[in-house]
């Protein structure tokens, strides 16, 4: 599986994004998928996951009330909708794809490129 992420950008604190990534492979309907962010000088952490069907999400506590996770998978795609922004989600987010344990990114095979999300308070 092949990702690409999209929909970074610079917004204002209280402001709302919405993430895309976009998967090659005839697997995603299969497929959980997740999205982690990494910050400057910190470890990559998890933000929110999905199962296959999209039966399932997990997100992050720090996320949880903000965030939400979606997929389509006629089209390949996840997204990650993120509202209320804070600084402190500055970061560069990332989706991964294919895990048996959707919170570690060490379980994760895919990686997309990254896209970067800077909030300003």
């Known amino acids: 599986v092949q990702l690409q992420a999209s929909g970074g950008g610079l917004v204002q604190a209280g402001d709302s994004l919405r993430l895309s990534c976009a998967a090659s492979?005839?697997?995603?309907?299969?497929?959980?998928m997740g999205w982690f962010r990494q910050a400057p000088g910190k470890e990559r952490e998890f933000v929110a996951a999905?199962?296959?069907?999209?039966?399932?999400?997990w997100y992050a506590d720090s996320v949880k009330g903000r965030f939400t996770i979606s997929r389509d998978n006629a089209k390949n795609t996840v997204y990650l909708q993120m509202n209320i922004l804070q600084p402190g989600d500055t970061a560069v987010y990332y989706c991964?794809?294919?895990?048996?344990?959707?919170?570690?990114?060490?379980?994760?095979?895919?990686w997309g490129q990254g896209t970067q999300v800077t909030v300003s308070s």
């Open positions: 991964a794809a294919n895990s048996l344990r959707p919170t570690m990114p060490s379980a994760y095979g895919n």
């Open positions: 492979g005839r697997t995603f309907g299969g497929t959980i």
């Open positions: 999905i199962t296959g069907s999209g039966a399932r999400v």
